[in-house]
């Protein structure tokens, strides 16, 4: 399995970015078995979970953006979102994409969001 995400970038404070995780080396049967997570890892900080969705669509998300980011997941483009909305300073980092399964764990190359005026 391999994981690529897209859409991270420059954005001012109270802007929005939707980030894109793609997998590929699966058929989307297979995608549709794993559990999703988005994590985000500023300078000098441990990498931290955002938002996760199961194979049974049950969602969370950390506290620090509940109610600004969104998670989402298409089963047929093999593909999970991360809709961020009224984006904070405080939200840039490096964004991974992260699809795990019982003892199963790919991660991606990670797509940089910086949050700045």
Same mark, same amino acid.
């Given at each position: 399995?391999?994981?690529?995400?897209?859409?991270?970038?420059?954005?001012?404070?109270?802007?929005?970015?939707?980030?894109?995780?793609?997998?590929?080396?699966?058929?989307?049967?297979?995608?549709?078995? $794993?559990?999703?997570?988005?994590?985000?890892?500023?300078?000098?900080?441990?990498?931290?979970?955002?938002?996760?969705t199961t194979n049974s669509r049950n969602s969370n998300y950390a506290d620090s953006v509940k109610g600004r980011f969104t998670?989402?997941?298409?089963?047929?483009?093999?593909?999970?979102?991360?809709?961020?909305?009224?984006?904070?300073?405080?939200?840039?980092?490096?964004?991974?994409?992260?699809? $795990?399964?019982?003892?199963?764990?790919?991660?991606?190359?990670?797509?940089?969001?910086?949050?700045?005026?």
């Amino acid at each position: 399995v391999q994981l690529v995400e897209s859409g991270g970038g420059l954005v001012q404070p109270g802007g929005s970015l939707r980030l894109s995780c793609a997998a590929t080396g699966i058929n989307s049967n297979v995608f549709n078995i $794993y559990n999703m997570a988005w994590y985000r890892q500023a300078p000098g900080l441990q990498r931290e979970l955002v938002a996760r969705t199961t194979n049974s669509r049950n969602s969370n998300y950390a506290d620090s953006v509940k109610g600004r980011f969104t998670i989402s997941r298409d089963n047929a483009k093999n593909t999970v979102y991360l809709q961020m909305n009224s984006l904070k300073p405080e939200d840039t980092a490096v964004y991974y994409c992260n699809a $795990y399964l019982g003892r199963q764990d790919y991660w991606g190359q990670g797509t940089q969001v910086t949050v700045s005026s």
